[in-house]
Each structure stands twice: as C-alpha cells, then as structure tokens.
C-alpha cells in the first residue's frame, strides 16, 4: 500500500527564498566591508582635495605678499575657503610665531655679531594639518601623517658671493573659522627695513661676504624642519636641527676672495677640488711679490707662511741663504693625528732670488713654480714614517719634488676639512717685508 506526501513536506519551494537572502547577505556583506576600508580612505582623499587648495591659495597669498613688500603694489587680497578650519594671523608680539636670528663671524678680526628679527605666521589649521605663510615662504605640516615641508620657496638667495635674505615680517593678530570664503588684505608701508647688507649698521654687513668667515641663520620655528630641508638643498649652505629648540641652523660657507691683492698678516683660503684625476693641479696660482721695508732689505732669519687645520700644519719657511741676494725654502707638513713623529720636510734644492739693494730690494716668491725643485729631507726619529701622506713611500734621499707638487698635494690635505687661514710673517719678531706695498697672488 503506498504512502501519500503531504503537499508541506516538500523543501522544493523554499530553495529560491533562502539563495536570494544568501545573496542579499553577501551583497550587504560586501557593502560594509567597502565601507568600512574605503570611507576613510575616501574622507583622507577629500582632506587632502582641501589642504592642496589651501597650499594653492597660500601660494597666491605668498605672491601677492611679495608684490607689496616690494613696492610694486600697495594693496593685495587673497581670498582662502575655510572648509571647516581656522584661519590665524600671529604677528609680533604675545603670540608671536617665527623668529629669524643671524650670526656674522670673522675670525680674522676676532669679530662676532648678531641680529634679530621677527618672522610672524599666517595659518591654516585644520585638525592636526597645517599650512602657514612664514618668512616669504609657504609650508606644510601633515601632522601624525608626515612631517613638514616646503611649498613655495622663501626668498633667500646665496651663490656663495652675494646673500639676499629679504624677510616679510607678518604683522596682527586675528582669527577666522567655520566653512566659508575669507579674504586676508595685505597692506605695506613700503618702508623697508634692511638689516643686511647695511654698512652704517657694522661694517661687515657687506655683499659680497668674502671678507667673513661664516654667516649663520637660526630660524626658530615650527616649521623649522623644512627651513632645514629647504637650506640643505641649495649650492654652498648646509643646516642642521636643534629638536629641542625648534631651530634650523643654516650656515652659509663663504669664498674668501682670489687673485692679486694687497699682502697681510693673514690669507684666507677656501676649500681645493679634491678630484686628483680630473683636476691634478687646483692650485694654478700661488706666489707673493715681497718689498724690503727698511734699508736692511729682504733678509729675514725665518720668515713664514703657515696654516693650521685641526691637527694638521702647513708651513712655507724663508730666510736669507748665501747672502743677501737669496731666499732659501723649506716646507714642513705635519699631522699630529697620525703620530707625533709624522712629519714631512722639503728643503729647496735652488734659492729665491732677491734683486735691488737695500730698501729697494724685492723678490718673487712662487710656490707653484713647477721647475723649483724641492729635495725630501729624512726623519730623524727613529720610526717614523718617510713620507706618510704620500701615495707611495719616499726613499730617503732618493726623491725630490717640484714645488708645485708639493703644494698641489699639501693643499689638498690641509683644506680638506674646511677653509684654513695662513699666518704671514717672521717668527722673530723683525719683519722685512714692506706690507703696503707686497702682493700675493693665489687662484684656485
């Protein structure tokens, strides 16, 4: 006898249901997952949409701000969308933000002296991105993102010779929020204030800065990591950060000046090329036009030309030889890092010859006189090595050098550091040379 099914025991029916909720589900699934991972990537690329246009308005704000420092206009407006952020004008004073102080060195004349001044800001500032006009420049801080960095540049300007640092001091103190269009008026009394170059401030506020040692900029700011990135990217400046002090320290290297020129106590040289393939001689000019002072002539007992750098000296020593009429050379370099006993001493295989009589004596002097030849002198303490700066090891006795060469490779090592400062003039206390009328020449 057969069993009758009942029409509800069938699941048949049901199947189409359950796969349309499956596929619902996993529809939503997906949905929220998307949701999930993109709507934040979503809202950081609108952030980002709003922060560019901010840069971009800034940019223009930067521009404009020029235009009137500059006396080329007498009035800007920049308008700047708010999307939600603040706007802040920090100009000198309570609330004052970027402060620009610079250092000028000449250790020739023992001189130190330093000048400040205020920067003040203009700041976009949304959650923890910001965006600021400071010291004619524009910069961008990502917050927890990233760090800061230049959007327009300052105007600072150095190609070693010539410093222009002109500074746009922000001034006032407002405050603007909330999601729509604000206008930022600029206004100038086109009074400017130059503190460098400016002679009847110090005399050594002067372009070119040949005549100093060094100049240094300390920007204190809280953009003061892009100053530093910004300062490392041009020709002849470096910078360092002081963390701790917000400050980018910016050196500018100075070139002591070439060619002929009056002869004093002191002569500045900067750094050789130390390319010996491509450049084997980068000293092409060195060599002094000496001029008796007194009627005694050009005779001095030890007369010297010496630089010091850290551990390493380099010496040029002259006195009169076999009369009168003759200046006798030996050049002396020594490194007191490799060991006390290490020095190198050359003694002139020919003389200096000295012409006219008395107070009308003169002489040229050439250190890079490639047909002088210079004969090695052996160490006297016991090992030390004979020539321990050289490629090659020296042979007592057995080598001699133009004096060129050895001033093309002491050169090099004495400068390799920094720039050096050779000390001119007799040891013992009686000085030959006629100064106001000397010359020396150096090119390189």
Not at 22 to 38: P, Q, R, T, W
Not at 67 to 81: D, I
Not at 272 to 288: A, G, L, R, T
Not at 296 to 313: E, F, K
């Amino acid at each position: 006898m057969g069993t009758k099914q009942r029409p509800f025991d069938s699941c048949k029916a049901v199947s189409s249901v359950v796969g349309l909720l499956l596929m619902y589900s996993l529809a939503i699934i997906a949905v929220g997952i998307i949701l999930v991972y993109n709507v934040p990537v979503l809202n950081d690329m609108q952030d980002s949409a709003k922060a560019q246009k901010v840069e971009q308005a800034f940019t223009v704000l930067d521009s404009r701000i020029s235009k009137v420092a500059l006396g080329e206009s007498p009035r800007q407006t920049t308008s700047v969308s708010l999307m939600g952020g603040e706007i802040n004008v920090n100009g000198p004073g309570e609330a004052e933000r970027g402060t620009m102080t610079i250092q000028i060195i000449n250790t020739t004349t023992n001189m130190t002296e330093e000048f400040n001044c205020s920067l003040g800001t203009v700041e976009y500032v949304k959650d923890d991105r910001k965006i600021a006009y400071e010291g004619g420049g524009v910069w961008s801080d990502y917050g927890s993102k990233g760090g800061t960095v230049m959007v327009s540049p300052p105007e600072l300007h150095y190609n070693g010779v010539t410093l222009t640092l002109p500074i746009m001091t922000v001034n006032g103190n407002s405050s603007a929020t909330g999601t729509g269009n604000t206008a930022i008026n600029v206004i100038s009394d086109n009074k400017p204030h130059i503190l460098y170059p400016n002679t009847s401030l110090s005399v050594n506020r002067t372009n070119p800065t040949d005549h100093l040692d060094k100049v240094i900029v300390y920007i204190k700011s809280d953009y003061y990591k892009a100053w530093a990135n910004y300062a490392n990217s041009m020709t002849y400046t470096s910078a360092t950060q002081d963390d701790e002090n917000k400050t980018a320290i910016i050196s500018f290297t100075t070139q002591p000046p070439m060619g002929t020129q009056s002869l004093a106590s002191k002569l500045k040289v900067g750094q050789v090329c130390q390319d010996s393939i491509n450049y084997p001689k980068p000293v092409s000019e060195f060599y002094f036009d000496f001029e008796a002072v007194a009627s005694a002539g050009l005779n001095p007992d030890n007369y010297a030309v010496t630089a010091i750098s850290g551990t390493r000296t380099l010496s040029y020593d002259l006195q009169k030889k076999q009369g009168n009429k003759q200046l006798y050379v030996e050049v002396t370099y020594e490194d007191t890092a490799v060991g006390s006993d290490y020095i190198e001493k050359w003694k002139g295989g020919q003389n200096y010859p000295v012409s006219g009589n008395n107070a009308d004596q003169y002489a040229t002097v050439d250190f890079t006189n490639d047909s002088f030849m210079m004969e090695y002198i052996p160490p006297n303490q016991d090992g030390a090595d004979p020539a321990f700066s050289w490629p090659a090891v020296i042979a007592d006795g057995n080598t001699s050098f133009s004096i060129d060469d050895l001033t093309q490779h002491y050169f090099r090592l004495i400068t390799e550091d920094s720039r050096v400062v050779f000390n001119i003039g007799s040891n013992t206390g009686k000085d030959p040379v006629d100064y106001s009328t000397s010359e020396v020449t150096i090119n390189y």
